[in-house]
């Protein structure tokens, strides 16, 4: 029973009594129960009346390690005294987080703390308002009407000197001549032979005119697009965000699109996960934010693993240079890659999972056989320097070395 139906219910009772014992002070109580009762009956129609919420998420664009918080602002269509004013919102995994709002007239405001955050979009999924009357008697959730809202929380990405897959020298006219393979690109000279490289780079008829191995050069174009191919395979996440190897091939991912777009040379993000994200990115200024957002919203549920995603002969792929991201101790994930790497620029960075359980580490074969067939490859391991394991820096000193 609500309480002023209470209310009226104890005024009629006090007031038969009044009567029936003719006491006055039975009748004043009666007649307070009943004013009392009516005075909450009016505050509660006119309270009820709908109202419009608005969330604004600071810090915008909010990365992974940032205090965040939601600033929110509720309107009223009527000045009514309140006793007191809370907000409920439920924030996508996170929950149910509640703040009392300060009143001025018919708008109200008030923040909810969400404390520092992991990457992720978080659907703001049901408010709710509960409003209080001044004698703390009544409580009540009027009809709210708001926009959709989420809070978007980017990863961190790291500046990177150079790429780890860029192997060479400059040429004469500053461009770039890297040792790869020709898919997408054009043969550009022919030099001697060096200790290690593989065989698949050799020039056969230039090293039979000339009776000695000869390799060839491409020439890496700046309109040369590139696609980096984040793996959401499942068995490849290990720890608990946001230091877990899946947010690490995440980070990858968004600091090597970034590098690229950067230099303005055409990139494409793909996800092999459940959404199978495709976003291009033609310019850091205009495009790279969105692809940022659809890492932030990645998620480990790919509904099958790399190999079958390599094998369709996915037009996501494209051509040109890819770049893939992942964990994966599959045996045919590699064989994949090694028969994508007859068709296209490859390069690896592999995430190595175990290393963020505890476990020991140790060469994994799948990279070393990438590795020998001459694919350029990064490993990266719980406490690693992600930007010193992806850049140029590192290839340079193992060279050196």
């Known amino acids: 029973m609500s309480v002023w139906r209470g209310g009226v219910a104890l005024g009629a009772i006090a007031l038969a009594a009044a009567v029936s014992s003719g006491s006055r002070a039975l009748g004043v109580v009666g007649v307070g129960f009943l004013l009392a009762s009516g005075l909450t009956w009016l505050w509660t129609w006119i309270a009820a009346s709908p109202a419009s919420v608005t969330h604004t998420v600071q810090p915008v664009p909010a990365t992974e390690g940032d205090r965040v918080c939601v600033a929110v602002e509720v309107r009223r269509s009527s000045r009514l005294l309140l006793g007191s004013m809370a907000l409920t919102a439920t924030i996508g995994r996170i929950g149910e987080r509640t703040c009392r709002l300060r009143v001025h007239g018919r708008t109200a405001w008030g923040e909810i703390d969400l404390g520092r955050m992991p990457r992720g979009v978080f659907p703001i999924s049901r408010t709710e308002v509960t409003l209080g009357d001044l004698l703390g008697l009544v409580s009540l959730s009027p009809p709210v009407s708001c926009q959709?809202?989420?809070?978007?929380?980017?990863?961190?990405?790291?500046?990177?000197?150079?790429?780890?897959?860029?192997?060479?020298?400059?040429?004469?006219?500053?461009?770039?001549?890297?040792?790869?393979?020709?898919?997408?690109?054009?043969?550009?000279?022919?030099?001697?032979?060096?200790?290690?490289?593989?065989?698949?780079?050799?020039?056969?008829?230039?090293?039979?005119?000339?009776?000695?191995?000869?390799?060839?050069?491409?020439?890496?174009?700046?309109?040369?697009?590139?696609?980096?191919?984040?793996?959401?395979?499942?068995?490849?996440?290990?720890?608990?965000?946001?230091?877990?190897?899946?947010?690490?091939?995440?980070?990858?991912?968004?600091?090597?699109?970034?590098?690229?777009?950067?230099?303005?040379?055409?990139?494409?993000?793909?996800?092999?996960?459940?959404?199978?994200?495709?976003?291009?990115?033609?310019?850091?200024?205009?495009?790279?934010?969105?692809?940022?957002?659809?890492?932030?919203?990645?998620?480990?549920?790919?509904?099958?693993?790399?190999?079958?995603?390599?094998?369709?002969?996915?037009?996501?792929?494209?051509?040109?240079?890819?770049?893939?991201?992942?964990?994966?101790?599959?045996?045919?994930?590699?064989?994949?890659?090694?028969?994508?790497?007859?068709?296209?620029?490859?390069?690896?960075?592999?995430?190595?999972?175990?290393?963020?359980?505890?476990?020991?580490?140790?060469?994994?074969?799948?990279?070393?056989?990438?590795?020998?067939?001459?694919?350029?490859?990064a490993v990266v391991r719980r406490g690693d320097d992600l930007a010193e394991e992806l850049s140029a820096r590192r290839l340079e000193a193992l060279s050196s070395g």
């Open 148 to 377: 959709p809202a989420r809070v978007v929380v980017r990863p961190r990405l790291v500046e990177l000197d150079g790429l780890f897959s860029e192997a060479g020298r400059a040429g004469g006219d500053g461009r770039r001549l890297l040792l790869r393979r020709s898919a997408g690109f054009d043969f550009h000279s022919v030099r001697e032979y060096e200790q290690g490289e593989s065989l698949r780079r050799v020039h056969w008829p230039t090293s039979a005119r000339r009776g000695q191995l000869m390799v060839k050069e491409l020439e890496d174009r700046a309109y040369d697009g590139v696609v980096v191919i984040l793996d959401c395979d499942p068995p490849g996440a290990v720890g608990e965000p946001p230091d877990s190897s899946f947010d690490v091939g995440v980070r990858a991912a968004g600091s090597i699109l970034r590098a690229h777009a950067i230099r303005g040379r055409p990139a494409t993000f793909v996800s092999t996960g459940r959404e199978r994200a495709v976003v291009p990115v033609r310019s850091a200024a205009d495009d790279l934010g969105g692809a940022v957002s659809a890492l932030a919203a990645a998620e480990p549920d790919a509904l099958y693993g790399l190999a079958r995603f390599l094998g369709t002969d996915n037009p996501a792929v494209g051509g040109g240079e890819v770049v893939i991201v992942t964990a994966t101790l599959d045996s045919a994930a590699f064989a994949a890659v090694l028969a994508l790497a007859g068709r296209r620029i490859v390069s690896v960075v592999w995430v190595d999972a175990a290393s963020f359980a505890a476990r020991p580490t140790r060469a994994e074969p799948g990279i070393l056989r990438l590795a020998a067939h001459g694919i350029p490859t």
